[in-house]
């Protein structure tokens, strides 16, 4: 069965540090999008990417976040100068169109420091 | 989704019997719901989803039920085993791009 895939599973970062957390989506699929859970939490909406452009974004998802689609395959979070709060669980998911399901990546456990 | 009144956080059931989750949304207009698991250090996986325009949905051992007029969504699980100890979250898509996810409800299954 296709799998979203992330890398690292776990990113350890010094407070003020950047990162770019990696995604690779299912290959069909059009639809992309990045959720974190702080731990103990629910899941919340940080952004959403569609063609090539942000479709919608949380207020979480401020000026030191991005996302790019550098390539065919790959869908990147960066975020760019880290804050403690920023520790949590980073979740990809994509979806092969509108008002369908999400398939959700196994996560990246972002501790900072 | 919200949690209100009917949403325990947790729910332990013994292997063998039905379970029922529940979920309340906030959304009276949102169109499409799903349920999803969530097993310790994984991501949120799909168990089953339902449209507005249904009320009931079954799958293989799961049945989601939704009642619109008090915006309401069930999960029943028949014969629950250990491997679905699991969180399980209710999430209602709130327009065509995100998902907003209720608090969740812990299921233990007890031997």
């Known amino acids: 069965e296709p799998e979203v895939t992330q890398t690292p599973s776990h990113q350890v970062t010094q407070m003020g540090q950047e990162v770019i957390l990696r995604c690779v989506p299912i290959?069909?699929?059009?639809?992309f999008y990045w959720y974190r859970q702080i731990l103990g939490q629910k899941v919340e909406f940080l952004v959403s990417?569609?063609?090539?452009?942000?479709?919608?974004k949380s207020e979480i998802f401020d000026d030191q976040f991005s996302v790019e689609r550098p390539d065919g395959s790959n869908f990147t979070l960066k975020i760019r100068s880290t804050k403690l709060e920023d520790s949590a669980m980073y979740f990809c998911?994509?979806?092969?169109?509108?008002?369908?399901?999400?398939?959700f990546g196994s996560g990246t456990r972002l501790t900072v420091v | 989704g919200e949690s209100v009144g009917l949403h325990l956080p947790t729910l332990s059931v013994q292997e063998g019997d039905n379970s029922i989750i529940n979920c309340a949304y906030s959304n009276s207009a949102s169109d499409y719901f799903i349920w999803y698991k969530q097993e310790s250090g994984k991501g949120p996986q799909f168990i089953i989803d339902i449209r507005s325009n249904m009320d009931k949905r079954q799958g293989q051992r799961v049945t989601v039920l939704l009642n619109k007029t008090v915006k309401h969504l069930s999960l029943q699980i028949a014969a629950t085993q250990p491997g679905d100890s699991a969180v399980y979250f209710c999430a209602e898509q709130l327009d065509d791009y995100k998902l907003s996810f209720g608090a969740g409800t812990t299921v233990t299954v007890r031997a």
């Open positions: 998911a994509s979806s092969s169109g509108q008002g369908k399901g999400y398939t």
């Open positions: 290959s069909n699929h059009l639809y």
């Open positions: 990417f569609y063609n090539n452009e942000i479709s919608e």
